[in-house]
Every structure is written in structure tokens, then in C-alpha cells.
């Protein structure tokens, strides 16, 4: 039986247009059939619409999709309200269709120690590139694919190894800048323990221990986020990241204390927190990205039971406020002011 879905889809013609504009389409669709009938059916209705049947990829409700998704796995995991854009609006030309030069450039790094075999398996990964939650904050990072595709060579046993973990170690834009969440519908989180073991072939960044020392002995002014007495009335929303926590048990608690719970977004995303250390400009931009969006959907508190998570923003607060252009009228509370305690995993 044929679904109904409402479709927002992504307009811009970069030869004609000076912002994108969106137009909404009422569908009916074949369960059975892949995702990328959808991108057929627009076409046929507006005229102006273009994709690249060739790489016919792009993100659905956040997610990256390809032709092997039907129709009704979209369904059940999105509902009936689409949204479909392109897999880079920086680099969209023609609606979905994008500049990919990007992508084959990025594998020049590896280019002098590859075979073929790795060149065509780079190209496989084409639209993991894309999904990368790293890409959002940072346009000139190497790509998730080319981390995998360097840990395979390794893997297999490249007479190039170290010149390798050479190529990749850009101080802003490599492996040190990825932490791994990848948004690919379905088979991004089969790469994250190759790069996480990618990652583990590199020393920690030496610190001076001295400045380390003097650092700590200066006094901190106005660095942390406000703080608040008490709960009741408040609307709250609650950080799980990477952690292994209860959201119905949090939310049943704040209903408890007269408090309103507030769901977001960016909830499950990772704060930047693994890779503050070295490259901090990145970091700052995610877990602002974070607060950002608990705060605009309307928590004036955002409960945030990993204590190393909590500590981690209260720290950098300011420095987090500071990359993202805004201030953050956003308490940040422990668990245990809701006399909960969890316990989680950190990354």
C-alpha cells in the first residue's frame, strides 16, 4: 500500500540564486521501492530540480541515505515528514548536485603510498566523506573516509606505515581533530573502531608541565555558566552524549519536581570533549552547537549526568560561548540535583 509523505526539499541554483529556498511536496510512494524514486518523482514535477544519478546520495532528516534504502525503512524511522538537502549546502552547485572536488583532492594525502585496490575503496566511501560530523565544524578536515582508508592500508600491511600516520597528522585538520559520529543511515558505526584504533597509534600531545602549573594558579573570572538555586518551574532538558543513561527516567524525575522536561536535537552528539587537547577550536564549536540548541528550544537548565562531561563545559564555558558567537543563558546541573545518579560511560 502507497505511503503518504510530505517532502521539504532543498532549492539552489548557485549560477542563479542567492540563498537556497525550499519547496514542500505531498507524495504518495511505494514502500518498496529505494528512497532515490523520490528524488525522480520531484524532478518529474518541478523542472528545476537536479540530482546526480550517478552518486544519487543526500541527507533525509539529518541522516545520509543511498539507493539501497527503501522507502519504508525512511518511513519508519523519519515518520511522514521529510527533509531532504544536499550532502554539502556550502558546496551545492545545483540543488542536490554539489562540488565534490573536495573529496578526490583529500586522497592526495595517500596517493603516493596507495594501490589501486585502496584508491577504489577510498572512492567506496564516497558518501561517508560527506556524513561526517566532524565535516560540519570544520570544512577542511580530511574526511572519515580517508582515516579508514589509511588504518586499512595499515592493516593490510603497508611498507608505508609510518609515512602514513605522517600524512594524515595535520595539527587542525586530521586525525587528531575527529571525533568519531558518523551520520550515515546505516553503516556508519561500523568504522568507529577503526579510527578510534587509528587514533590510539598516536602519542598524547606533550605538555609543559610548568605553564600547566601556572595556568592553574591564575584565578578564573567570570568562566562558568549561571548557576541556579532551584529547579522547580524551570524547563529542563538533559545531555545523554555518548553516555548510558535512562532519558525517561530523567524525564519522569524533572516532572516530579515541578520541573518541565525539554527534548532536543543535539542531545545524543559528542561535545568535543575527547579532542579539546589538541585541537580545541573544533571541540568548542561542537559542544557550543550543543548547548546552543537546548537553549533555543527553550531549556533554561540542561542536566548533564557525566560528570566528566560536566566538568568538561563548566570549564571552557566561556571559550565555548566564544566560538559560537552567542552567549548561553544555560545552567548546567549534575544529576544529582534531580537526586538521580547514573552511571555512565565516557567516552
Known amino acids: ?42 524532478a518529474r514535477l518541478e523542472e528545476r ?49 554539489i562540488d565534490d572536488s573536495d573529496f578526490t583532492a583529500r586522497f592526495a594525502l595517500l596517493e603516493p603510498y596507495a594501490t589501486e585496490e585502496d584508491r577504489l575503496y ?3 566511501l564516497y ?17 572519515d573516509a580517508l582515516l579508514v582508508t589509511a588504518w586499512r592500508m595499515i592493516e593490510n ?30 553503516g556508519g558505526e561500523q568504522y568507529g573502531e577503526a579510527i578510534e584504533a587509528l587514533r590510539a597509534l598516536y602519542p598524547a600531545k606533550k605538555r609543559n608541565p610548568l605553564a600547566q602549573k601556572l595556568q592553574s594558579l591564575l584565578p578564573r573570572f567570570d568562566k562558568a555558566p549561571k548557576r541556579i ?16 543513561i535512562d532519558e525517561a527516567k530523567i524525564a519522569k524525575a524533572i516532572e516530579k519536581i515541578g520541573g518541565r522536561y525539554v527534548s532536543f536535537a543535539m ?11 589538541d585541537t580545541p577550536k573544533t571541540a568548542y564549536k561542537k559542544a557550543g552547537a550543543i548547548l546552543l540548541d537546548a537553549m533555543d528550544r527553550g531549556a533554561e537548565v540542561l542536566i548533564v549526568p557525566n560528570v566528566e562531561e560536566l566538568r568538561y563545559l563548566r570549564t571552557h564555558f566561556k571559550a ?10 544555560l545552567a548546567l546541573e549534575s544529576a544529582d540535583r534531580l537526586n538521580l545518579s547514573f552511571e555512565t560511560q565516557a567516552a
Not at 539529518?62 to 549546502?89: C, H, N, Q, Y
Not at 532538558?237 to 548510558?244: E, H, L, Q
Not at 565555548?320 to 543563558?329: F, L, P, Q, T, W
Open 122 to 124: 577510498y572512492k567506496s
Open 320 to 329: 565555548i560561548e566564544k566560538a559560537v558567537g552567542r552567549d548561553i543563558d
Open 49 to 97: 530540480f537536479d540530482f546526480d544519478p550517478a552518486r544519487p546520495y543526500f541527507f533525509l532528516n539529518g541522516k545520509v541515505v543511498t539507493e539501497t534504502v527503501r522507502i519504508d525503512e525512511a518511513s519508519e524511522a523519519f515518520g511522514d515528514k521529510w527533509e531532504i538537502m544536499p550532502l554539502s549546502t556550502y558546496r551545492a552547485k545545483k540543488c542536490l548536485r
Open 157 to 186: 600491511g603497508s611498507p608505508y606505515r609510518d609515512e602514513i600516520l605522517a600524512a594524515i597528522d595535520d595539527p587542525e585538520n586530521g586525525i587528531r581533530v575527529c571525533e568519531y559520529e558518523n551520520n550515515l543511515f546505516k
Open 267 to 277: 542531545r545524543r552528539k559528542r561535545s568535543g570533549r575527547t579532542i579539546v587537547e
Open 229 to 244: 538555586t532551584s529547579l522547580e518551574g524551570k524547563a529542563i532538558a538533559c545531555y545523554k552524549g555518548d553516555s548510558d
Open 1 to 42: 500500500m502507497a505511503q503518504t509523505v510530505q517532502v521539504r526539499t532543498f532549492f539552489f541554483d548557485a549560477e542563479k540564486d542567492y540563498l537556497p529556498y525550499y519547496r514542500t511536496f505531498d507524495l504518495q510512494l511505494d514502500p518498496d521501492n529505494s528512497v532515490v524514486s523520490v528524488l525522480k518523482r520531484i
Open 127 to 143: 558518501p561517508l566523506h560527506y556524513a561526517s560530523e566532524t565535516l560540519r565544524y570544520n570544512r577542511d578536515y580530511i574526511g
